[in-house]
């Protein structure tokens, strides 16, 4: 196996790592690690969606007991009634807006420069507080 490739998928998986709990974007991170590392190709694109899978899987992991009470008192428990409408009122906005402008969205923001500019524009627009 390639030592460099090897290397570059171990640095972007501690960026992955220390970014997906923090309130930060660990896909704009990983988006500039990998362009800063050359691992902006398929297989890099590849490896991203893998690693990202894996930190989504470990989010259901750590709340399978949440969602297993909520699945099961579904249609007899009002919290789990609301907290399954927080959930659909959270996904459906932002699934049908993806499948809208999932093209657009990929060719303009997910490239180094607009993640870059949205990084600054989030420390200045923080800062106003």
């Given at each position: ?8 998928a171990?640095v ?16 704009g ?33 750590e709340?399978r007991?949440?969602?297993t ?40 923001l ?20």
């Amino acid at each position: 196996m390639d030592a460099i490739l090897l290397l570059k998928a171990l640095v972007l998986g501690i960026v992955e790592g220390l970014t997906e709990f923090l309130p930060i974007s660990s896909t704009g991170h990983l988006i500039l690690a990998g362009d800063l590392l050359g691992f902006n190709d398929a297989k890099g694109k590849i490896f991203e969606i893998v690693i990202q899978t894996g930190a989504m899987l470990a989010v259901v992991w750590e709340f399978r007991s949440r969602f297993t009470h909520v699945l099961a008192r579904l249609l007899v428990e009002r919290e789990a009634q609301r907290f399954a409408l927080n959930v659909a009122v959270a996904f459906v906005p932002a699934a049908v807006l993806g499948l809208l402008f999932g093209s657009a969205i990929k060719a303009n923001l997910f490239r180094p420069v607009p993640v870059a500019i949205a990084f600054i524009a989030g420390v200045l627009l923080s800062r106003r507080k």
